[in-house]
């Protein structure tokens, strides 16, 4: 029996037939692999009588997962760091009621009030070896936006240390050589 192919879908998977519509499969760099490692000596010497552990797993594939492993890397080398949100914050302006019909009702809409941070402050702020450090997160084709260019000449000009992460190899690469023991 002779089995015949639809061209354009594939018998396996969800009809993904071309290669460019894979994402790469993600490769953990070394750097990472060694954070984990020290990161979970530390937790059994915090904990030496649990023997259940489980690792913390770090990645820099997203914003989100490079901005917490330079905060777990710069506290593990004696730093202390912290991430900045200057989203603002949201307030609820809805209302419920039940009308004559008796069905539920939503009036209203959340509204956004800024934040008091700074516009353009910088992802990270941590103080390293007594000096000020800021840390922009960009990744992948993410740029500067004006506020936060101007944000770096302030802290250039303030004797700050301001340094754009996009991989976590290149924060430690920098971190190493900046900070040097």
Known sequence: ????????ISSFGKGRTKDKDKKPRYKKCQELKELEKQFFELKRLRYPSNQ??????????????????IIAYIRLKGGNAERISTTGRPI???QTF???L????QIGSIEWIPGTGMNGSADIHCCVKGRAVYVEVKIGNDRQS???????KQVVSSFGVYYIARTFETFVQWYEQMFKP
């Open 92 to 94: 609820d302006r809805t």
């Open 98 to 100: 039940t009308d004559t």
């Open 146 to 152: 004006q506020a936060q260019k101007n944000y770096e």
């Open 1 to 8: 029996m002779k089995v015949h192919s639809i061209p354009g």
């Open 52 to 69: 259940y552990l489980v690792a913390d797993t770090f990645r820099d594939d997203t914003a989100n997962n490079l901005t917490r492993s």
């Open 102 to 105: 008796g069905h539920t009702r």
